[in-house]
């Protein structure tokens, strides 16, 4: 839980400064246009700025302010490959497409070698199911024939069993002893 505060914490400190960088940058913009409009001269950009990053240290990150823009680098041009790399590349082939063709061969006996010993596995593991379940087949009619196993001692009553004997002492009980404290009105008091 601290840590999650902790990264909240530094997660929102980062936020606003962001939001206050891009806020000053607004402001300044904003008084830029404002004076060029009067006809004033524009202030110096750079010892503005060189004041700011004085004021909080510059940007700490890499990478430059995210909110300002980017220019997009030119697309570079790709090379075409000379023909002497072709011809390097194309008799190079051969040699590696036969030793590349063996060891696919080799990898595909692999694979079916592994299917094979899967479904030997498979075939053995379906035989021993079938075979635990006749045993246990056999087992059930066995105990099915010899019927139900006596107990060797007599079975206890439970204190707890209720007869007509007991049920007509508790109703005696109950009237002698009365409702329960929570359920006595006003006039049980003492």
Same mark, same amino acid.
């Given at each position: 839980?601290?840590?999650?505060?902790?990264?909240?914490?530094?997660?929102?400190?980062?936020?606003?400064?962001?939001?206050?960088?891009?806020?000053?940058?607004?402001?300044?913009?904003?008084?830029?246009?404002?004076?060029?409009?009067?006809?004033?001269?524009?202030?110096?950009?750079?010892?503005?700025?060189?004041?700011?990053?004085?004021?909080?240290?510059?940007?700490?990150?890499?990478?430059?302010?995210?909110?300002? /823009? =980017?220019?997009?680098? @030119?697309?570079?041009?790709?090379? %075409?490959?000379?023909?002497?790399? #072709? &011809?390097?590349? *194309?008799?190079?082939?051969?040699?590696?497409?036969?030793?590349?063709?063996?060891?696919?061969?080799?990898?595909?006996?692999?694979?079916?070698?592994?299917?094979?010993?899967?479904?030997?596995?498979?075939?053995?593991?379906?035989?021993?199911?079938?075979?635990?379940?006749?045993?246990?087949?056999?087992?059930?009619?066995?105990?099915?024939?010899?019927?139900?196993?006596?107990?060797?001692? /007599? =079975?206890?009553?439970? @204190?707890?069993?209720?007869?007509? %004997?007991?049920?007509?002492?508790? #109703? &005696?009980?109950? *009237?002698?002893?009365?409702?329960?404290?929570?359920?006595?009105?006003?006039?049980?008091?003492?």
């Amino acid at each position: 839980m601290e840590q999650l505060l902790l990264i909240l914490f530094l997660l929102f400190s980062v936020i606003s400064a962001l939001l206050e960088r891009r806020k000053r940058r607004r402001q300044m913009e904003e008084e830029q246009r404002r004076q060029q409009q009067t006809g004033e001269g524009p202030p110096p950009v750079g010892a503005e700025q060189e004041k700011e990053e004085e004021e909080w240290g510059g940007w700490p990150f890499p990478g430059g302010d995210p909110f300002e /823009p =980017r220019p997009t680098p @030119p697309p570079t041009a790709q090379r %075409e490959p000379d023909e002497g790399e #072709v &011809v390097v590349l *194309e008799s190079a082939a051969p040699a590696d497409g036969q030793s590349l063709l063996e060891q696919l061969e080799r990898q595909a006996q692999e694979a079916e070698q592994r299917a094979r010993d899967e479904e030997e596995r498979a075939h053995e593991r379906a035989q021993e199911i079938q075979q635990s379940r006749q045993r246990m087949a056999a087992r059930m009619r066995e105990m099915e024939r010899a019927g139900p196993a006596p107990s060797d001692r /007599p =079975r206890r009553r439970s @204190p707890w069993s209720l007869t007509p %004997e007991r049920a007509r002492e508790a #109703v &005696v009980y109950a *009237e002698i002893l009365g409702p329960c404290k929570a359920d006595r009105g006003e006039e049980w008091r003492w």
